[in-house]
């Protein structure tokens, strides 16, 4: 059985383990916080929405593939809960992430997403989009502004296009879903790889790839970002799906609405901050005043992701290293991104066809930027 050593404890350390040990390896997660989704994937609400992109390219392609196989993921993992055999926890065994009894588990909901279309670039642009990635009318359409109100709940202004099997999920309860039954050693910074004894190590350490020196070059940047936790009101509340624009409003959970998230490049500081709260309510009242309308600050989440160079996720072997692996930069994408990119990662240490094609395989890989 392969041991593998996974770096961090976020969507894409977790991913990889889920999908190592369901392949019949043997994952070790080591996390340098107290907890597991401590960094960027300690949102209680996120949505997974397909990359959007007019031409077909490996972006779109990748993306293409990791928005349906999250679904498929998303699907297996509330329907399977009782069939799955536990670890067993003995006295002095590193933390073992606890096992769920309720079906829903990761709080999916495939509420759907509307895009909005509020000028005439974007018109042109999701047109050339529903062209370009050829899925049928019942995976994505384009509606009018009455159609896009009726299916939204609440009244917009504005025509969208419609991703029905978009939706939210918890990030947080996705990383404890997917390493359950694993063995996870928290308050563990490891430091270097060079004396890891495992058959193969991936780095799954957001930003922290940068201070392993098989990894201290590749070209990453933070990008701070925050939510703002609003009170539903009596308007509000109306709101089924998500809706998502220069930012997004995602339906109440739990007695709150998410409306994210700013970006900002080059930020890696990580405190909350009322002029990001400002800032996700105006780019929602420019858009949906209505929905805007006496929203109340109730809270706030604020953490940093990571961007490559080129906005695309670095997933694959380090060059030169035959036994480590990353994934990372998974930016504003991680929910889906992150599991694409564990089942390319587990096809690799475990000699499997691999499941991307060629084309999306070079450009995702570490090397490319040598
Ligand atoms: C405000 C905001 C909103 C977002 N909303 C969404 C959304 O709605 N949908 C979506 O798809 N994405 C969203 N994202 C992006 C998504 O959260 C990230 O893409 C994703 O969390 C990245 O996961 P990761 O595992 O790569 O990084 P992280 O979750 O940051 O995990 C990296 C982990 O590595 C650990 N670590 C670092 N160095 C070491 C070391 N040396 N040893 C051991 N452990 C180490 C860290 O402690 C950390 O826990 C959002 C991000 C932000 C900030």
Not at 102 to 128: P, S
């Amino acid at each position: 059985m392969k041991r593998v050593v996974i770096i961090g404890g976020g969507l894409a350390g977790t991913a990889c383990a889920y999908v190592l040990k369901q392949a019949g390896a043997e994952p070790v997660i080591y996390e340098a916080g107290s907890e597991l989704a401590g960094g960027a994937s300690g949102n209680s609400v996120g949505l997974y929405n397909p990359r959007l992109s007019a031409h077909r390219t490996p972006e779109s392609d990748f993306y293409c593939a990791a928005f349906s196989l999250a679904i498929r993921t998303f699907s297996s993992l509330c329907h399977s809960e009782r069939s799955e055999g536990s670890h067993a926890k003995k006295p002095g065994d590193p933390s073992v992430a606890p096992l769920f009894q309720d079906d829903n588990v990761i709080d999916w909901n495939a509420c759907g997403a509307l895009h909005l279309i509020t000028d005439e670039k974007r018109q042109k642009q999701l047109a050339q989009t529903i062209e370009t990635w050829g899925w049928p009318d019942e995976h994505m359409r384009l509606l009018n502004v009455a159609q896009a109100s009726e299916v939204a709940g609440v009244m917009l202004q504005h025509d969208a296009l419609y991703l029905p099997q978009s939706g939210t999920v918890s990030p947080q309860k996705l990383c404890a879903r997917y390493a359950q039954g694993v063995e996870v050693h928290l308050n563990a910074e490891i430091k270097g790889v060079s004396d890891v004894d495992a058959d193969a190590v991936i780095l799954a350490c957001g930003m922290g790839l940068r201070r392993f020196e098989e990894t201290r070059d590749l070209p990453l940047a933070p990008v701070r970002g925050q939510v703002t936790h609003v009170k539903p009101t009596q308007a509000s509340q109306k709101l089924r799906c998500n809706l998502c624009y220069n930012g997004y409003i995602l339906p109440e959970t739990d007695g709150v609405h998410m409306v994210g998230a700013t970006f900002q490049p080059g930020v890696s500081d990580d405190a909350v901050k009322e002029a990001d709260d400002r800032e996700n309510l105006e780019a929602l009242s420019g858009v949906a005043p209505g929905v805007a309308k006496e929203l109340e600050v109730s809270g706030h989440w604020s953490a940093v992701r990571v961007s490559a160079k080129d906005h695309f996720p670095v997933i694959g072997r380090v060059h030169d290293h035959k036994h480590l692996y990353v994934s990372t930069a998974h930016s504003a994408h991680g929910v889906i991104g992150s599991i694409v990119g564990a089942h390319l990662i587990a096809d690799m240490i475990l000699d499997r066809p691999l499941s991307l094609g060629k084309d999306v395989v070079q450009k995702l890989k570490p090397g490319r930027f040598l």
